[in-house]
C-alpha cells in the first residue's frame, strides 16, 4: 500500500512539473517582443507577393544569418594569369592553414575584408536604403557602408599609381549603379585596395579590377546577387564569384556583430599559434575557426 501511494506521489509530482515547463514555455512564447531586438525566428513567409518596381529598399537576412535564407552558389575556379597564380600561391587561406597558419590579414588581424568579399563572406544581413543621387548598403558584419552613385557619372579612370589626378584606392572601390530593368540594379565597381583578397580562397586582384553585381528582386520577400569580377591582370576570362541569397526580414532589425582586434590577439595567443597549422588536413571549423567577433570566438 506504501508503494502504491508513492508511486501516485511520484507520478502527481512529475505532471505537475511537466505542466510547469509547459506553462513556462508558453510565456515566454507569448511574451512581448522587444522593438530593438533581431529575432531570427521571425522569418517572412511565402514570396510575399509581387517585389516593388525599382525598389530594394529594406533589411535582409542573408545565408549566415539563421532566418532561412537559402545558401549561397560559391565562386567557380578562375583561369589565373602567371601573376595571378603567383599571387594566389603565396595566400594561405584559413580553411586549409588553420587558424595558427593562415596569412589572411582579417583572420589575423581583423583587417577590412575589402570588396567584393564583404558581399559574399559573413552575410548574415543587409539594410539597403536610397537618395535620389545614391544607394547605400548597410552591412551588419563589421558595421560598415557602402556608397553607390546613381546620378550619372561615370567610374574613374584613374585610380592608384603616381599620377597627380589619380585617386587613392579604396576597401569598398568606387561604385556607380542603374536599373536594367524594373527589378534588375546593376552595379559596376573599380579602384579596390589590392592587398585585399577578392575571396575567401584566397584569390587575388588588382586595383583595376571591374566587378558588376546584380541585384535581382524576384519577389517582395526575395533578392538575389550576382556577382562577375573581370580583372586581366590576375585572370584570363571573367571570374564568376557565385550568388547570394536574401530572405526580407520583417522587423528590419539586425544584431551587432564585428571583429575586435584585441578578442582575435588573444585567440591566437592562447589557442590559435600554439595549436599549429597541418595544411594537409582540412580546418574543420572552416572560415569560422578561431575569430573573435563581438565575443564570439
Same mark, same amino acid.
Given at each position: 500500500?506504501?508503494?502504491?501511494?508513492? @508511486?501516485?506521489?511520484?507520478?502527481?509530482?512529475?505532471?505537475?512539473?511537466?505542466?510547469?515547463?509547459?506553462?513556462?514555455?508558453?510565456?515566454?512564447? #507569448?511574451?512581448?517582443?522587444?522593438?530593438?531586438?533581431?529575432?531570427?525566428?521571425?522569418?517572412?513567409?511565402?514570396?510575399?507577393?509581387?517585389?516593388?518596381?525599382?525598389?530594394?529598399?529594406?533589411?535582409?537576412?542573408?545565408?549566415?544569418?539563421?532566418?532561412?535564407?537559402?545558401?549561397?552558389?560559391?565562386?567557380?575556379?578562375?583561369?589565373?594569369?602567371?601573376?595571378?597564380?603567383?599571387?594566389?600561391?603565396?595566400?594561405?587561406?584559413?580553411?586549409?592553414?588553420?587558424?595558427?597558419?593562415?596569412?589572411?590579414?582579417?583572420?589575423?588581424?581583423?583587417?577590412?575584408?575589402?570588396?567584393?568579399?564583404?558581399?559574399?563572406?559573413?552575410?548574415?544581413?543587409?539594410?539597403?536604403?536610397?537618395?535620389?543621387?545614391?544607394?547605400?548598403?548597410?552591412?551588419?558584419?563589421?558595421?560598415?557602408?557602402?556608397?553607390?552613385?546613381?546620378?550619372?557619372? #561615370?567610374?574613374?579612370?584613374?585610380?592608384?599609381?603616381?599620377?597627380?589626378?589619380?585617386?587613392?584606392?579604396?576597401?569598398?572601390?568606387?561604385?556607380?549603379?542603374?536599373?536594367?530593368?524594373?527589378?534588375?540594379?546593376?552595379?559596376?565597381?573599380?579602384?579596390?585596395?589590392?592587398?585585399?583578397?577578392?575571396?575567401?580562397?584566397?584569390?587575388?586582384?588588382?586595383?583595376?579590377?571591374?566587378?558588376?553585381?546584380?541585384?535581382?528582386?524576384? #519577389?517582395?520577400?526575395?533578392?538575389?546577387?550576382?556577382?562577375?569580377?573581370?580583372?586581366?591582370?590576375?585572370?584570363?576570362?571573367?571570374?564568376?564569384?557565385?550568388?547570394?541569397?536574401?530572405?526580407?526580414?520583417?522587423?528590419?532589425?539586425?544584431?551587432?556583430?564585428?571583429?575586435?582586434?584585441?578578442?582575435?590577439?588573444?585567440?591566437?595567443?592562447?589557442?590559435?599559434?600554439?595549436?599549429?597549422?597541418?595544411?594537409?588536413?582540412?580546418?574543420?571549423? @572552416?572560415?569560422?575557426?578561431?575569430?573573435?567577433?563581438? @565575443?564570439?570566438?
Amino acid at each position: 500500500m506504501r508503494n502504491s501511494y508513492a @508511486g501516485a506521489i511520484a507520478v502527481v509530482a512529475g505532471v505537475l512539473l511537466l505542466s510547469a515547463l509547459v506553462a513556462a514555455q508558453n510565456t515566454q512564447n #507569448t511574451a512581448p517582443k522587444s522593438p530593438w531586438r533581431y529575432y531570427p525566428a521571425d522569418r517572412a513567409v511565402g514570396d510575399g507577393g509581387p517585389a516593388p518596381k525599382r525598389d530594394l529598399s529594406g533589411t535582409w537576412a542573408g545565408p549566415s544569418s539563421g532566418s532561412g535564407a537559402p545558401r549561397q552558389k560559391g565562386e567557380t575556379v578562375p583561369p589565373l594569369t602567371d601573376l595571378g597564380q603567383q599571387l594566389f600561391a603565396r595566400n594561405k587561406p584559413l580553411g586549409k592553414y588553420s587558424p595558427g597558419g593562415t596569412n589572411d590579414p582579417h583572420s589575423r588581424y581583423c583587417d577590412p575584408f575589402g570588396f567584393p568579399q564583404n558581399m559574399t563572406q559573413e552575410i548574415r544581413g543587409l539594410t539597403i536604403t536610397t537618395t535620389p543621387t545614391r544607394t547605400f548598403v548597410l552591412l551588419q558584419y563589421m558595421d560598415l557602408w557602402r556608397e553607390i552613385w546613381t546620378d550619372g557619372r #561615370t567610374l574613374p579612370a584613374k585610380v592608384g599609381g603616381r599620377d597627380k589626378d589619380a585617386l587613392d584606392p579604396k576597401y569598398n572601390g568606387y561604385s556607380i549603379g542603374r536599373w536594367e530593368d524594373d527589378y534588375t540594379f546593376v552595379v559596376e565597381t573599380t579602384g579596390l585596395v589590392p592587398e585585399t583578397w577578392a575571396t575567401k580562397s584566397g584569390y587575388p586582384h588588382s586595383v583595376d579590377a571591374h566587378v558588376v553585381e546584380r541585384f535581382h528582386r524576384s #519577389t517582395h520577400n526575395d533578392l538575389s546577387l550576382a556577382i562577375t569580377m573581370t580583372d586581366p591582370k590576375m585572370y584570363t576570362a571573367p571570374f564568376n564569384m557565385g550568388e547570394v541569397y536574401f530572405r526580407w526580414i520583417p522587423n528590419q532589425q539586425l544584431d551587432d556583430f564585428t571583429c575586435i582586434p584585441s578578442e582575435q590577439q588573444l585567440y591566437l595567443k592562447e589557442m590559435g599559434d600554439p595549436a599549429g597549422s597541418d595544411p594537409n588536413e582540412q580546418n574543420p571549423q @572552416g572560415s569560422r575557426g578561431g575569430r573573435g567577433r563581438g @565575443g564570439r570566438p
